[in-house]
């Protein structure tokens, strides 16, 4: 039992390239969240999916796009990549709406 | 979601019992009050959740006041593990619209265990 598995784990990018952060859990959970992180902050939510098929925006869902094919995997597309796109990506799961969620070691993004 | 008020930083000895303070006054009747962790930029983790009810579970006790306006997480035997950021965050448990997954993340309390 993995829980939720995120890569890659680091990642470079240069402005204006796109890039797929994957997520994947192995938990049955119906719902699945990304949420970014940035240096000394808290946790922003940018999309999230309540089930396949499902996904809606969260705070900040500017500059990304989800899909949500199957339950057990969550993709976050990331479209022309700015420095403002810096950041920790934390991909999380739960079963059902509860605030009991299951969280990814992360994806650290760098956008120069 | 209610707003939280946590201390931004608090100092434990190892081996001692480690008490975490969160202000919650415009809590809401049926939002539950959630415990995370967060140790050195990992994932957080689930830490423990309760509505009014005082909870244990085998990471720590919650006690929730009898106005449910604030609370404390208590670690009984703190170790260097345990150092982290700890988040307080209030919400509705089984949430529907838009508050799916809707934690609201502040800034929490670094907690920092000595040895």
């Known amino acids: 039992n993995a829980g939720v598995t995120q890569t890659p784990k680091f990642r470079i990018l240069k402005i204006g390239q796109s890039m797929t952060l994957q997520c994947a859990q192995d938990?049955?959970?119906?719902?699945m969240y990304w949420y970014r992180q940035d240096p000394g902050m808290g946790l922003k939510l940018i999309y999230y999916?309540?089930?396949?098929?499902?996904?809606d925006k969260g705070e900040v869902p500017n500059g990304y796009n989800v899909s949500r094919s199957t339950t057990e995997d969550f993709p976050l597309r990331l479209e022309l990549a700015a420095p403002s796109q810096t950041s920790v990506y934390f991909c999380?799961?739960?079963?059902?709406?509860?605030?009991?969620?299951?969280f990814g070691e992360g994806s650290r993004l760098t956008v120069l | 979601d209610a707003k939280t008020t946590q201390p931004p930083s608090m100092d434990c000895a190892e081996g001692r019992a480690a008490n975490l303070p969160c202000n919650h006054s415009?809590?809401?009747?049926?939002?539950?009050v959630y415990w995370y962790r967060q140790i050195h930029s990992q994932g957080p983790q689930y830490i423990i959740h309760?509505?009014?009810n005082n909870e244990t579970n085998e990471m720590a006790s919650l006690i929730i006041t009898e106005d449910r306006k604030s609370s404390t997480l208590i670690l009984p035997h703190a170790t260097l593990r345990d150092t982290a950021v700890y988040y307080c965050?209030?919400?509705?448990?089984?949430?529907?619209?838009?508050?799916?997954?809707?934690?609201?993340f502040g800034q929490g309390t670094i907690l920092t265990v000595h040895p």
């Open positions: 415009t809590i809401s009747g049926n939002e539950y």
């Open positions: 965050i209030v919400r509705v448990h089984n949430a529907g619209g838009t508050s799916y997954g809707k934690l609201t």
């Open positions: 999380a799961s739960s079963y059902g709406g509860t605030g009991e969620l299951f």
């Open positions: 938990m049955n959970h119906n719902y």
């Open positions: 309760g509505l009014k």
């Open positions: 999916s309540v089930g396949a098929g499902i996904t």
